[in-house]
């Protein structure tokens, strides 16, 4: 611990140097977003040039770089430097340019990885720090998380066992035992001499408190990056976010970004309020068409969590119907309200009302205070189980669970949206009707998923609201099964549903025709 108040301010390459080998490092970060990049490059460059450190455990919360895997962790995945990654989530890209480098190690089994959910990930920092022994939680339970499955591991390399099945009170729960960091790296925006922190261009909070705690009360060091320096005692009291006795050594970048592709929109960061007539509108096709039917499940005064996707068009869809005032959004990374943003700028959102820190934010997913979630699919089977966190074709376009679980855990209403087939898909909308001119290659409902993200058993089980949106048709999971309970104009429910799925499906009594006025062409 540095205990030279004076003295905290240090180049990213002394603050590399701090790292011993065999550490453990946590990093906040979501993507691009409050990423302390220069920090990670430093590392990156010293473990180059010198060999060191080496052996290194990191933990991500949620991802950190841009999706590409260039940046953030994308400067540690080198053979030697990291031995472990624990993350909720990874740098994913289209499939059509090359894998991250941390794909590949993570493939060819060079680094033992593992994908943990990020709210318990979270809390398990919170818990590090209050030196209890781990989180117990029912997050995860028969999903990949859970040790009768894969237990978290994401590939061979990964041995060592980090989450196990107990009976409390006479019901199944899981325990992560808390691994805590050695050195914890956070992002502001300033910092004063002394070494508090400010938060005032960043686009989310993340967990930089409870990651510093987790540190700083084990006898580790917590190193901040900030655009800018300021004299001590500058900050005001209520914007000083981080406190300094949480921070032992600052490293200034001028440079650094608000998130991924950009340098920085005071919108994103609350300080301005973006008009609603800036949007552009969602272009016309069979995407729309399922944001707009996904729409049609909200009610007005919902508290609503959006994923990344074809749900995260919902927001634009409301805006253009002049509907944006419907319900209230809540992101894993903490915007609350406003308007979440989608592609690079994922994660952030304008116009917010407030931003909660993310622990607090999967508080509230996990305890189920919020009444609906969008989600997308990749694959789902008969069990209605869906799969969004691994393909073992394409395992690099997968960024990995992210808040997946955390949010699917308790929330009354469920909708996920997707296409029902993929690879080559054409769908034609003419006149309020569908026609398949090209069926995809790629079935997405599949007898058994590759990777169990949702458990549509403990969904049953609960109770949950359960609907699977696509361009063809809407299928409810019910006691009885997987149930075909709507299907689009001009689609043939045995040729082009029943046929070309790959579980059997039911078709509901009172079947219904989808709204004519979703597949407008203008739509």
């Known amino acids: 611990m540095n205990k030279n108040r004076q003295n905290k301010v240090i180049s990213s390459e ?41 052996n290194l455990t990191m933990i991500h919360p949620i991802a950190a770089g841009d999706m590409y895997g260039i940046e953030g962790i994308g400067h540690l995945a080198q053979d030697g430097l990291i031995r472990r990654v624990i993350a909720g989530s990874y740098p994913s890209g289209p499939s059509n340019r090359e894998s991250p480098e941390i794909w590949r190690m993570i493939i060819e089994n060079r680094v033992a990885a593992y994908n943990v959910p990020s709210g318990i990930l979270f809390d398990m920092h919170r818990d590090a720090a209050a030196k209890r022994p781990g989180v117990l939680t029912r997050v995860g339970l028969d999903t990949f ?30 325990f992560f035992r808390n691994i805590v960091p050695d ?100 272009p016309a096709g069979i995407e729309k068409v399922i944001a707009r039917r996904a729409a049609a499940e909200l009610a007005p005064g919902d508290i609503v969590n959006l994923g990344f996707g074809i749900s995260a068009l919902v927001p634009r869809v409301l805006i253009e119907e002049d509907r944006q005032d419907l319900v209230t959004w809540a992101i894993e990374q903490g915007a609350t309200g406003g308007v979440p943003l989608t592609d690079f700028a ?30 997308s699919f990749m694959q789902v089977d008969r069990a209605g189980n869906v799969n969004v966190s691994r393909l073992a074709a394409k395992p690099h376009v997968t960024a990995g669970c992210g808040g997946f679980v955390d949010i699917v855990t308790a929330v009354k209403r469920i909708v996920f949206c997707g296409t029902f087939t993929a690879g080559g898909l054409d769908v034609g909308i003419t006149e309020g009707h569908v026609e398949i001119r090209r069926e995809g290659k790629v079935n997405k409902f599949v007898p058994e998923v590759e ?44 040729k082009e549903v029943l046929a070309r799925s790959g579980v059997p499906l039911r078709v509901a009594e009172d079947l219904r025709l989808m709204e004519a006025s979703l597949f407008r062409e203008d739509a």
């Not at 994401?154 to 066992?161: F, I, Q, S, Y």
């Not at 510093?212 to 800018?228: D, E, F, H």
């Not at 993200?453 to 099964?481: M, N």
């Open 346 to 375: 994922f994660g952030c959102a304008v116009n917010a009302e407030a931003i909660l820190a993310s622990p607090y934010q999967f508080t509230l997913f996990q305890g189920g205070g919020i009444d609906v979630t969008l989600l």
């Open 14 to 54: 002394k603050a590399a140097a701090l790292i011993r080998e065999g550490s453990t490092l946590s990093v906040s970060s979501s993507s691009g977003l409050g990423c302390p990049d220069a920090i990670l490059a430093a590392i990156g460059r010293r473990f180059r040039e010198s060999g060191q450190p080496r």
């Open 451 to 494: 990777h169990v993200t949702f458990s549509g058993r403990q969904g049953t089980a609960k109770g949950q609201d359960v609907t699977y949106v696509t361009e063809r048709c809407v299928i409810k999971l019910l006691p009885e099964g997987l149930t075909v309970t709507e299907i689009a104009p001009g689609v043939d429910l045995e």
């Open 183 to 282: 050195v914890t790296i956070i992002r502001g925006t300033t910092a004063d001499e002394r070494g508090n922190i400010s938060m005032e261009h960043e686009g989310a909070y993340l967990g930089v408190i409870e990651q510093a705690l987790a540190a700083r009360t084990n006898g580790g060091i917590v190193i901040a990056q900030v655009k800018r320096i300021t004299q001590a005692f500058s900050i005001p009291t209520q914007r000083a976010y981080v406190p300094s006795t949480l921070v032992d050594y600052v490293v200034v970048d001028p440079d650094q970004r608000q998130t991924t592709e950009t340098l920085y929109d005071p919108a994103i960061s609350g300080e301005v309020r973006t008009p609603m007539s800036t949007f552009e509108p969602v």
């Open 145 to 174: 998380v859970d040790p009768r499955r894969q237990g978290c591991k994401m590939n061979e390399a990964a041995t060592e066992e980090i989450v196990e099945l107990i009976q409390f009170d006479g019901e199944e729960w899981l």
